[in-house]
Structures are given as C-alpha cells and as structure tokens.
C-alpha cells in the first residue's frame, strides 16, 4: 500500500518551466509596466516608452486575466492634467466593453480642482464618489481590487493605506469578460500592474461614504461634480451616463 | 448586532444549558457545535497567505426527529468575511427517509447533494483548502441554497442511488444579494454506486450534472466525477483515495462561452491508528483562454500540498500542510505560492454519523 502511495506522488510531482517569454504581441502593441498591451485607440500622443505614456490611449492588456470570474488587484500610478481622466476597466472583452469601469476625473478651474471616481458597469455609471482627500494636481497612486466571482462584483479602491471605496452592500452587475486595460484623455501613466487575488476573505477598513453618490433609476440626485467629458450621454430617466470609449 | 448573529449567540446560550436535559426528554434532540481555526504563513513574499490564524467557522448544529417521520436539522455558521465573523443560517430542512419507500426526501436550505466536498461541512474534510476546482465551481465551502432533493435507492444487487434536486437559483456562489428570479432554477442529479476498487474496503464512485440559467440569460452546466477509496482494518484507514472531476461551461448573453476544466486527487497513507500522511494535488485550467491578439493561450493552475493530519478521534482534527503553487501560460510559470497552513478542528456534543 505504501508503495501504491509513493507511486502516486511521484506523479503528482510538478516541473519547473522556462523564464517569461514574449506575448507575440504585433505591431500594434506598446510594451509597457512589464507587459505588452495592445492599442485600441490613440489621440494627441506625447510620450510613449516602457515606463510611461502620456496623452490619450486606450490600450488593453495583450494578457488575458486567468478567467471572467476572477479576482484581481490593479496597481496605478497616474497625474492627470487640467480636466484629464484615467479609467481602469476591468473584466471587460477585449475592446474593453462590457467591464466594470472604475474613472478618475479631474475638473474644476485652477486652485479649486477636484478629483471624482465613478463606477460604472454595462449599463452606465452606478455610483459616484468626490475623492476630497487626493490632491488631482499631483501623482496618483492607487490600489484597486475587483472580484468578479462575486455577484455583484466587489470592488475595493485604495491610495497608500487609506481605504477610499468599499462597494460591498452597493455594488452593481460584473464584468464579462476576461480582459482588463486603461482608457485615458490627458494624462501621464507611470505604471500599470495586475495581480490575481484570491476571493472574498480580505480585510479592509471602512472608507469616509461622505461623498458617495449612489445611482438609482427614477431618482434625481444631486451629483457634487461637474461633468467635463467632450461626450457623455443621458439613460432613460435623464441621468447622466458616461462613455469610456 | 443583526438577527443571525443574535440568533446564533442565543442558540449558544440557549441550548448549552439543555446539552444534558436533552440526554433526559427522549426528544432525540442532538446538539452540537464545531468549530475550523486555520493559520496561514506565508513562505515567499507573494505568497497569497494572509499572515495570520483565524477562526474560520464556527458552527452549532441541531437535529431531531420530528414525529414518526420527519427529522429536522438546523445549523448557523460564522464564517469570517471582510475581517469580520458573520454568522448566518447554514442549513435548515426537514427530511424523511420512510415516506416514500427507498427513499430520502429534504425540504430546505442545504449543501446541495453533488460532488464529495460539497456535501461535507469543510470542518469534515480530509485537507485544509478547499481544490481551486471547488472554489471556483462551488464558492470556499460549497454551493448553497433552498429547494427540494430527492434520492432514491435502486432496488439492484449492490448499492446505486439516484439524487435529483432542484433549488431557488436565485445566486450560486458567493452573493452579496438576494439575486434576481433566474430564468432556470439551480437544477442537478447525481448517480452514485458502491464497488470494488483493487482490494479497497469500500469505494464509491458518483457521476454529477449541474445547471442553472440567471435572470440575464447567462447559462451555466457543469458535469463532474466523484471518487472515494478507502481501506480499513478496524478503525485504522491504511489508504485513502480520494478525486473529483469537473467541467463547466459558461455562456452570458452576446459574449463567447467560457469553458473550465479542474481536478483534484488526493491520496493519504495511515502511519498510525492517529497520524496520516496525504498529497493533496491540484489542477485548473480555462479552455477558452485567448489573448487579445484572439491566440490560444494554454494555461494551467497547479499546486501540490502535503499534508500531515493528526485524529485523536473522529472529534479532533490538528493538520499542518505545505502548499507550492505554480500558474503556467504556455508553458512558462507565471506565478508561484509558497506557504503553511495550520489547522484544528473540533467538534463537541453529539454529531451526527459520519457518511462513508
């Protein structure tokens, strides 16, 4: 019997594999953070190396995430410029549709600037928060956690040791898909890393829901925010919606 | 302090003033409690392991007959979520096994009755972890929800069983919500058999089918293999062989489908009467998997645990297990883990038996 068990475990025994080779990635490509991300769409480009891009991109990740029901840290260090913004979508196809959406916008004339996040799925933006404590003129750190197994997806933002949104009990839809990429208008990004994370057992201060804004259909509220997008449209009940194309 | 919680807390109070009334009512009524503490280290620094121990569970379960056919069982759990305890109904149903003949009937919310792990409480498994397969098909613990199952004994030569049920569907998995009406309730059946297997005192093979289709259309089948082998002498396992094998496919609305693929095996030797030796091996894989250039990417998700297990009884449980995990696309590893876990589990009061 005990022979039958080694056996067994010689079987099981895992081998080691050769260092990281390339994606293959094409000439549409930008090698950039240490992967390769595909280019969708490119406005007025200034800069464009491996450790930084600025201008107006929507670029995805040439690497996939491990499945659509996966859970996954984002690590972004980004500055926006005057009326700039940064999305994160995550979980989406590969056109970067059909994911879950996290913005950072900044508005807001010179010496009154403001930085607002919203959240978005699908079917538009869902929740809005006024990010009071992050100065948008400076360099941006953020960690964003988004765990799709869960229903809704569960999304966590964080700057430094600060929590600054937990979606639990207020989250909305998930990602379908199994992409995750960056669509930014006016700004510089210095690094862009993904990690999967395992699931829900995390730990995570609450964060300061003064400025949250949650998005309900048939419901007129009052959004601490100015809308600066060239293009953003309206749903049915004529709230806002916000193209991240 | 929300309902469950002080549900729970006064169930606690309640009925461990009763543990030794209930020896003398000839209610029948059985109460007991469990509990799973797990530590995780990590052994690399981007090792997925939290740091810390935890108590991961703790459960109290009450069961008794109702009349002269029913049985009834009620269990809360505390699970840990979001650096809190939460506890919550773990299961609640009423079941007979002499209404219908050859029969067992539940009614309720329960484990739904596919795979091996899904119908055990972690507390009762034989690792740590649950499989990336269980996980991911199943949620940490197991797939969870309310209906009617149905299982039927075949009247053969030898044992088979039939099980049949279908659930509300209204989440699968871990949810945050109440979920929406789906547009096919969580349904499953599972065929198992007892037989032989190479001189094993006892061997039990189930086949497994699943579905459900969510309120945005979103279709999800799996269909899996469940096998367990054990070989005693007297109270002593000597060997203990224990897979499952799963496959799913996932297709939402206007998106292609996603198809997965996992397994684990588990195979754990009897050094002595008290102490075990198992190799927990682990293995997943995404089907559909491309780039964003639409190439294949071949991928696998593996691990390998070796386990050591300590049984004083079939009451405690004190387990240390090494866990090496490697991610491949292409061949090429893209992620490891490294880390010890430290387990005790314990269960007090009177238990129902323990299934084969």
């Known amino acids: 019997m005990k022979k039958l068990f080694a056996f067994v475990c010689i079987l099981l025994l895992v081998a080691c594999g050769d260092p990281k080779k390339d994606s293959g990635a094409g000439s549409n490509t930008q090698r950039f953070s240490g992967r390769d991300f595909l280019v969708l769409n490119q406005g007025t480009v200034l800069e464009s190396t491996e450790q930084t891009l600025n201008g107006t991109m929507d670029i995805v990740s040439v690497e996939p995430l491990k499945s659509k029901q996966s859970n996954n840290s984002f690590s972004l260090e980004f500055s926006l410029k005057e009326n700039g913004s940064l999305t994160l979508v995550a979980n989406s196809d590969n056109k970067l549709e059909n994911g879950m959406n996290i913005q950072f916008q900044r508005s807001g004339l010179p010496g009154n600037e403001k930085l607002t996040m919203y959240l978005a799925n699908s079917d538009g933006v869902y929740s809005t928060k006024l990010l009071k404590f992050i100065n948008p003129t400076k360099s941006i750190q953020v960690q964003i956690e988004v765990h799709n197994s869960e229903k809704p997806a569960h999304i966590i933002v964080s700057e430094g040791n600060h929590s600054v949104y937990n979606s639990l009990g207020k989250g909305r839809g998930n990602g379908n898909g199994n992409f995750w990429g960056l669509s930014f208008k006016n700004a510089i990004v210095n690094s862009a890393e993904q990690s999967e994370v395992q699931g829900h057992n995390h730990s995570h201060g609450h964060s300061d829901d003064e400025d949250d804004h949650d998005h309900n259909h048939g419901h007129d509220h009052h959004h601490d925010h100015d809308h600066s997008h060239d293009d953003h449209e309206h749903d049915e009940h004529g709230n806002c919606k916000h193209d991240h194309k | 302090m929300n309902l469950f919680r002080s549900a729970f807390i006064a169930a606690i109070a309640l009925f461990s003033t009763h543990v030794s009334a209930q020896q003398l009512d000839g209610s029948g009524l059985k109460f007991s409690a469990a509990a799973d503490i797990v530590g995780s280290y990590k052994t690399r620094n981007d090792s997925t392991a939290t740091d810390k121990t935890e108590v991961r569970e703790a459960e109290i379960l009450l069961t008794a007959p109702i009349d002269h056919r029913f049985e009834g069982l009620i269990s809360f759990a505390s699970h840990r979520e979001a ?116 001189w094993a005192t006892g061997a039990q093979t189930g086949l497994n089918y699943l579905g459900r289709t969510s309120s945005d259309n979103t279709k999800m089948n799996m269909v899996g293999l469940d096998f367990l082998a054990k070989w005693k002498e007297g109270s002593m396992t000597h060997f203990l062989l224990q897979s499952e094998i799963w496959a799913r496919r996932v297709k939402a609305p206007k998106v292609d489908h996603e198809d997965n693929f996992g397994l684990y095996l588990f195979p754990q030797v009897g050094i002595t009467e008290e102490v075990y030796f198992g190799m927990l091996y682990d293995f997943f894989t995404n089907l559909s998997l491309k780039n964003a250039l639409d190439k294949k990417v071949n991928n696998s998700q593996q691990a390998i645990s070796p386990t050591l297990t300590y049984k004083a009884s079939e009451f405690s449980t004190l387990r240390v297990a090494y866990t090496f995990g490697m991610d491949k696309q292409d061949s090429v590893p893209t992620k490891y883990d490294s880390k010890v876990e430290f387990q005790a589990t314990f269960i007090i009061g009177a238990h129902p038996a323990h299934e084969f």
């Open chain 2, 83 to 198: 650096g809190e305890s939460k506890a919550e109904l773990h299961e609640a149903f009423i079941k007979t096994s002499n209404l219908v003949p050859r029969s067992n009937i539940r009614f309720g919310q329960f484990f739904l009755g596919v795979g091996r792990l899904n119908r055990f409480h972690r507390h009762e498994w034989n690792f740590i972890t649950a499989p990336k397969v269980q996980r991911t098909f199943f949620d940490e613990e197991g797939a969870l929800d309310t209906g009617l199952e149905y299982t039927y004994i075949m009247p053969l030569p030898f044992y088979m069983d039939v099980t049949a049920g279908v659930t509300n569907g209204y989440t699968y998995g871990h949810s945050h919500d109440e979920g929406e009406k789906p547009r096919q309730p969580t349904h499953y059946v599972r065929t198992s058999v007892f037989h032989p297997f190479f």
